[in-house]
Antibody, heavy 120, light 107 residues
Framework: EGQLVETGGGLIQPGGSLRLSCAAS????????MSWVRQAPGKGLEWVSL???????YYADSVKGRFTISRDNSKNTVYLQMNSLRAEDTAVYYC??????????????WGQGTMVTVSS | EIVMTQSPATLSVSPGERATLSCRAS??????LAWYQQKPGQAPRLLIY???TRATGIPARFSGSGSGTEFTLTISSLQSEDFAVYYC?????????FGGGTKVEIK
């Protein structure tokens, strides 16, 4: 069936950087679309970033220029490099396998999430 | 950006009863809508995509309908494991956007 395991979250000061990792098992990340979706405490879901199987990447306006999604095919792992972090980036960050539907994408497998807290 | 609005915010239902959740898009998303279930402390789970197609392993008591700007998720007979928060997500336009959620609680 497959599994996603996120690591790398923690407490970071505003302006700092953090790299999240998402290790996949049971399927190959390079053959799939992969996304990061976040959820602020007590709030709803927000799509953050997507990497297509071909390598193209997309970002929400709220993180564009600060976050970078990438993958290491040899490790079957997806990353989210987060720079210039702000208090409003505080959230649980989920890694999600992303399926292509006739139009658009949805998220059919999710990790357990990793908490990122941006605070001084 | 397409804004997704869900109603009601909270729905109180007795086990065995029918639950009807609504999702409205700020502009037409055709039939490109997904539904997710999230239980406390857990990741979301995909229930429905394409407005009415159940994801793998999702019980038949979950059904989705609608098109354009108005969508409905129906749970025909609520089981104890169905009490959770439900989110809709449009997959018609970038960025992909979610609704604010409907909490289904035990009456």
């Amino acid at each position: 069936e497959g599994q996603l395991v996120e690591t790398g979250g923690g407490l970071i000061q505003p302006g700092g950087s953090l790299r999240l990792s998402c290790a996949a098992s049971g399927f190959t990340v390079s053959s799939n679309y992969m996304s990061w979706v976040r959820q602020a405490p007590g709030k709803g879901l927000e799509w953050v970033s997507l990497i297509y199987s071909g390598g193209s990447t997309y970002y929400a306006d709220s993180v564009k220029g600060r976050f970078t999604i990438s993958r290491d095919n040899s490790k079957n792992t997806v990353y989210l490099q987060m720079n210039s972090l702000r208090a409003e980036d505080t959230a649980v960050y989920y890694c999600a396998r992303t399926i292509a539907i006739i139009i658009g994408n949805a998220f059919d497998m999710w990790g357990q999430g990793t908490m990122v807290t941006v605070s001084s | 950006e397409i804004v997704m609005t869900q109603s009601p915010a909270t729905l109180s239902v007795s086990p065995g009863e029918r639950a009807t959740l609504s999702c409205r898009a700020s502009q037409s998303v055709s039939s490109n809508l997904a539904w997710y279930q999230q239980k406390p402390g857990q990741a979301p789970r995909l229930l429905i995509y394409g407005a009415s197609t159940r994801a793998t392993g999702i019980p038949a008591r979950f059904s989705g309908s609608g098109s354009g700007t108005e969508f409905t998720l129906t749970i025909s007979s609520l089981q104890s494991e169905d009490f959770a928060v439900y989110y809709c997500q449009q997959h018609n336009n970038w960025p992909l956007t979610f609704g604010g959620g409907t909490k289904v609680e035990i009456k």
